[in-house]
């Protein structure tokens, strides 16, 4: 049984809703072409399910040409577009009708797997005989820029809800289904423009007995370059195995990633044990498959592994479960975001220990177990390590839990808060002088003897004036002076060799003037 996408694609322009410019432009270059006048392949850009493939198909169909369609599910290599699209872009078909080639989403040709194929295509444009049209999501990836250059390019916009509601409607005339226009416009304004993913909605909550306004009001608001939520709901409700392995066809996540989204989101919509362990056991093998394709490199292993974990799925539950079900992301994305923030603090942290204790990061992973052994037992110990290794707060929180770390933390900053006190106070104990008047005894020493009496001198005013004065330090520094001309005198002598001395001490005469 197919998908309500591909059972009520339009077989022609005129069934096509919304994007009319787009149509007539299309129109024109098919009929520009079969005049005989030369055309540029047209590139297609839009958002997924705005109608670009469908656009392309029901224009082949309405001038009679064959149309030869590569889309994203296929491999899409050099050799293998050189061998379904080379011969195709220069010949007739077998019919003798003209042929239209349709590349579907070129912008996810990358990788190994797709080797050479944008390479293989700027080729055939430039050789081709027969018309191209060729579909894009994101036209400014850097790896278009030649496909820009080479084609005429065409943007198709999102599909205005009043254009969706009409369609819906005539959906449900075919399947023999009746609801109110309010619902309808209910699930075209969640489809945010996306016509497939409104088909979608519209098939999921039909099949699931909620289609009503209750059902419709539940419906997500629809990111349209994520549409994984789409395919997930129709894998899990519904019984038909072709609907459930088509809903993979159009979207743009690997494999692995559908299968990590099956599997979280299994025990949200199956209730019984029984539905749930077949549903993981046909997942289970699935993986087996995938696990082959990646070590032989077989790539046709991929169907099986698809067909599993969807149709596989699908078929596990005996009934169908009726009601909405909240779908969420894998929790295995947001577990790897959270290693891979674990390993670059254990990174930082050893090399930390590495550069302030010089050993290897051996021996620094080793001292990791005695360092959260300190910082659960001894938390004054632990800040004065982690002062001296710059630990962040981050980083202590890696060693041991939240509260201890805090706990450190305030400890260090308490610790830096002393430190600064007692620096200043010895700061100010040091500008603090001996003498009133600004001498330290130091100081003194450079002061000639002739400069003594002025200093006395002045202490003496000082004392008449009622300033304080220290006459001890005074007086030590006469002695000091006195020293030092006796050193001075024994030089000189022993230098002159017992001749008279003729000639002043040269010692460095300081005046009061240069002290003040």
């Known amino acids: ?225 994520k549409n994984i939520f789409d395919a997930i709901r129709i894998i899990l409700k519904t019984t038909h195995y072709d609907i459930a392995l088509s809903t993979t066809y159009d979207l743009k996540e690997d494999i692995q990633t559908i299968e990590e989204w099956i599997a979280e989101n299994i025990p949200r919509e199956y209730k019984k044990n029984e539905d749930i362990a077949l549903a993981y056991d046909y997942l289970s093998k699935a993986d087996v498959f995938l696990g082959r394709v990646h070590k032989r490199q077989n790539y046709g292993l991929w169907k099986y592994a698809s067909a599993l974990m969807t149709a596989g799925v699908a078929l596990a539950k005996r009934e169908k479960y009726r009601g909405f079900s909240s779908y969420s992301r894998p929790t295995v994305f947001t577990k790897l975001s959270k290693e891979q923030g674990s390993k670059a603090l254990l990174k930082k942290i050893l090399s930390k220990i590495k550069s302030k204790s010089h050993v290897s990061t051996k021996r620094a992973r080793e001292d990791l177990i005695y360092l959260r052994i300190i910082c659960k037992y001894n938390q004054s110990v632990a800040a004065e390590i982690a002062e001296f290794y710059k630990f962040t707060i981050e980083e202590l929180e890696y060693l041991t839990d939240k509260k201890i770390a805090k706990k450190i933390y305030n400890i260090i900053e308490e610790n830096i808060k002393c430190k600064k006190t007692e620096d200043r106070e010895n700061e100010k104990r040091n500008m603090e002088s001996p003498l009133s008047n600004g001498f330290s005894i130091d100081t003194v020493e450079n002061i000639g003897s002739e400069n003594l009496e002025d200093i006395k001198n002045i202490n003496r005013d000082s004392k008449e004036n009622g300033d304080t004065v220290v006459e001890s330090n005074m007086d030590k520094s006469e002695n000091i002076l006195c020293k030092k001309n006796n050193k001075l005198s024994n030089k000189n002598y022993k230098k002159n060799n017992g001749k008279t001395k003729d000639k002043k001490s040269n010692l460095k005469q300081a005046t009061l003037e240069t002290f003040l």
């Open 1 to 225: 049984m197919m998908s309500w996408v591909e059972k009520h694609r339009p077989k022609s322009m005129e069934e096509v809703v919304g994007n009319n410019k787009v149509k007539e432009e299309l129109k024109k270059w098919i009929e520009d072409y079969i005049e005989g006048k030369t055309t540029k392949p047209v590139l297609l850009v839009g958002p997924p399910g705005c109608g670009k493939t469908t656009l392309a198909t029901a224009l082949g169909r309405d001038y009679n040409f064959e149309v030869i369609e590569l889309n994203a599910s296929d491999k899409r290599n050099s050799d293998i577009i050189k061998q379904v699209v080379g011969n195709a872009s220069i010949s007739k078909s077998l019919s003798g009708r003209r042929t239209l080639i349709i590349l579907d989403e070129v912008d996810g040709i990358s990788g190994n797997y797709d080797k050479g194929g944008l390479r293989e295509i700027l080729r055939i444009i430039r050789i081709a005989k027969n018309p191209l049209i060729l579909t894009a999501n994101d036209i400014y990836k850097p790896s278009l820029r030649p496909l820009r250059q080479a084609c005429k390019v065409i943007k198709i916009g999102a599909v205005h809800t009043n254009s969706i509601v009409p369609l819906l409607r005539r959906i449900l005339l075919k399947e023999g289904l009746e609801v109110d226009d309010k619902i309808l416009k209910t699930i075209a304004k969640h489809a945010g423009g996306d016509v497939r993913a409104a088909i979608n909605d519209l098939e999921s909550l039909a099949l699931g007995g909620d289609l009503n306004r209750e059902g419709a009001k539940d419906l997500h608001d629809r990111d349209v370059e």
